[in-house]
C-alpha cells in the first residue's frame, strides 16, 4: 500500500474550516481509516494483514478517517498502548455500509423521532458515530467536526479480516513528523486527504455531514 502524503501547509487550506465533514485518503476502491495499538496487537495486525493476537472482537473498537485526528488522540503515538498506528485500507464499499448502519453515540433530534427510537437503534446497530472537535498538528482544537465510528459484534467481525485490503504500520512515518508537528508547520508532511462524499443523501442526512 503506497499512503500518499502532502506538505500539510500546501493542503489544509483546501479542507473545509467549519462544519461537520468527513477528512479522509480514498480512490475508487478503498479509504484508508487509522488506528493505534499497542505493540503486541499493531505488530500482528501489519505482519499478517489482518487483526488477531491479541485483538478482542467482543469490544468496541474506534476508526478514525482523518490522520490528524488520530495524532490528537494518540498523542502522535507517544500515549500507552498507542504506540504502533497502523493506516488500514478498507474497501470502500464496506466503508459506505458502516455509514449506513451508524447511530449516533449521543441521541440527535435532527437525526431521531425521540429518545426511545434513540436507543432502539443504538441497541439494534453494531456501529456508534460521533462528531468531535478535529484538532490541528499540535493539538489545538479547530472549528471544524471529524468523525470517528466504533465498531462491534458482527460489523467489527468483518473490519478485523474480510473487508480490510491492507494494513500498514507507519509508526516510523509518524515519529519523523511529530517533530514537525509545531507552529510553523513548514517541515510538517501528512497524508494527503480531501472530503469524502457520503453517496445516499439519505444516509448523510442522518449521520449529520455538512452540505458544504
Known sequence: ????????????????????HILAQFDDESVVVYQAYSQAIGHFAARHGYFGGGFSTSRMTWIKPNFLWMM??????????????????????????????????????DSYGSQVGWKQA???????????????????PVERRAIQLGLRGKVLAKYAKEWLLDIQDISGFVGEQRANAAIPYDRLVTPREAVYLVGDPVVAARLGVSRE
Open 122 to 140: 443504538v441497541a439494534d446497530s453494531d456501529v456508534r458515530l460521533q462528531w468531535d472537535p478535529d484538532h490541528g498538528p499540535s493539538g489545538s
Open 72 to 109: 490528537y488522540r494518540s498523542g502522535w503515538g507517544t500515549k500507552e498502548n498507542q504506540e504502533v498506528t497502523l493506516a488500514v485500507r478498507l474497501k470502500r464499499d464496506a466503508f459506505d455500509e458502516i455509514h449506513r448502519l451508524a447511530v449516533h453515540s449521543s441521541f440527535d433530534s
Open 1 to 20: 500500500m503506497n499512503l500518499l502524503t502532502e506538505p500539510y501547509l500546501a493542503q489544509k487550506d483546501r479542507w473545509p474550516r467549519i462544519g461537520r
